[in-house]
């Protein structure tokens, strides 16, 4: 069966727009037969990393030296399939979300290679995880807002030597709500967003066109409080 693992690194966790998002995605995925486990960054509250030397490459490769909640984490994306990486735009990222996204290291090899002019890693032969997927979440009305974090995933995906299979972005997000309830376009939203969780498990892609629908501006600038 098809796994996958979902970290929402939200510091407002289930009452975010980013798990307003990661949801449906994930009833998607599920509608499609995955099996999907959700975690949130700032409940692992895992430590920064701080083994400057690669003790993870060099003195125990796969072992991390901090022990803390990432041993959780690192067995369960070892048998995944897909990692959903899932934030909101914090100029770049939460600190949560960037602390896990670092102890990420012991699941690579310790080995560089040279490929189109970049040194790349890749995930070590125990790690099944061969597609990486970034959900996002961003106040602001235009979609460039989520450049900096689409280059961080885009490159870690490249990093570990995995398929990128596209980000799901939600820019001024909070308009899919008005006065707390989902307006109706931000339930086709989240009618595309299931679309696109199912998708991926389906097809292993998620279409252009459903991607188009989740992103697809709900004001104009002009009304744009941001
Ligand atoms: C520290 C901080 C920085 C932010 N920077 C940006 C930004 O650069 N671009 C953007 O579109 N939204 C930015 N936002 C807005 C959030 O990305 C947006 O409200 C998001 O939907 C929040 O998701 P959440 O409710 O899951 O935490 C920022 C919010 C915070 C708190």
Redesign the pocket.
């Known amino acids: 069966m098809n796994k996958a693992v979902v970290i929402?690194?939200?510091?407002?966790?289930e009452?975010?727009?980013?798990?307003?998002?990661v949801e449906p995605f994930v009833e998607g995925m599920m509608d499609a037969g995955s099996h999907v486990e959700v975690f949130y960054a700032s409940r692992l509250k895992v430590k920064p990393c701080a083994c400057g030397e690669l003790y993870c490459w060099n003195e125990a490769p796969g072992e991390c030296c901090i022990k803390d909640k990432m041993q959780l984490l690192h067995p369960r994306l070892r048998h995944a399939d897909i990692l959903v990486l899932?934030?909101?735009?914090?100029?770049?990222l939460?600190g949560d979300m960037q602390n896990v996204i670092n102890r990420l290291c012991p699941l690579l090899e310790p080995v560089l290679e040279f490929r189109k002019g970049r040194t790349r890693a890749r995930f070590r032969k125990d790690v099944r995880i061969r597609s990486i997927v970034l959900v996002?979440?961003?106040?602001?009305?235009?979609k460039q807002?989520?450049g900096?974090v689409l280059r961080i995933v885009k490159e870690f995906a490249q990093d570990a030597s995995v398929n990128f299979a596209g980000a799901v972005l939600?820019?001024?997000?909070?308009v899919m709500k008005r006065d707390g309830e989902l307006t109706q376009d931000g339930r086709a939203v989240l009618d595309a967003v299931r679309k696109a969780g199912y998708e991926l498990i389906k097809d292993g892609v998620m279409r252009e066109e459903t991607l188009k629908a989740i992103s697809r501006p709900l004001i104009s600038r002009a009304e744009s409080p941001?």
């Open positions: 929402n690194g939200s510091p407002r966790m009452r975010g727009y980013t798990a307003v998002v899932a934030t909101p735009v914090y100029i770049p939460p996002s979440t961003g106040g602001w009305w235009e807002n989520f900096t939600r820019p001024h997000a909070s941001a």
